[in-house]
């Protein structure tokens, strides 16, 4: 399985990002998928997650009510919807993914940089 995130860059505080995460060698179908962020001399952070047989998700704290996870399974990519950014959104953005829900996030992606100017 081969994760490609996209879609990162600068933006103000209180703009929009959307992130993409490309998928190949399994389909979304089989997958469950999430988001993780990694902030400068931070340790690696959960965003949320998506089930991969419904549309149940799940979302830090931080994030709750601003960012949406969302999937295209024609398209076999998984979306971060990032609206009202904060300064302290600034990290690198992950894509991860696992067959199985109890099984450790063994797919990453190789993340892509959001940076939030105030």
């Known amino acids: 399985v081969q994760l490609q995130a996209s879609g990162g860059g600068l933006v103000q505080a209180g703009g929009s990002l959307r992130l993409s995460c490309a998928i190949s060698?399994?389909?979304?179908?089989?997958?469950?998928m999430a988001w993780f962020r990694q902030a400068p001399g931070k340790e690696r952070e959960f965003v949320g997650r998506?089930?991969?047989?419904?549309?149940?998700?799940l979302y830090a704290d931080s994030v709750k009510g601003r960012f949406t996870i969302s999937r295209d399974y024609a398209k076999n990519t998984v979306y971060l919807q990032m609206n009202t950014l904060k300064p302290e959104d600034t990290a690198v953005y992950f894509c991860?993914?696992?067959?199985?829900?109890?099984?450790?996030?063994?797919?990453w992606g190789q993340g892509t940089l959001v940076t939030v100017s105030s």
């Open positions: 991860a993914a696992r067959s199985i829900m109890t099984a450790p996030w063994g797919y």
């Open positions: 998506l089930h991969k047989n419904s549309d149940n998700t």
């Open positions: 060698g399994r389909t979304l179908r089989e997958l469950y």
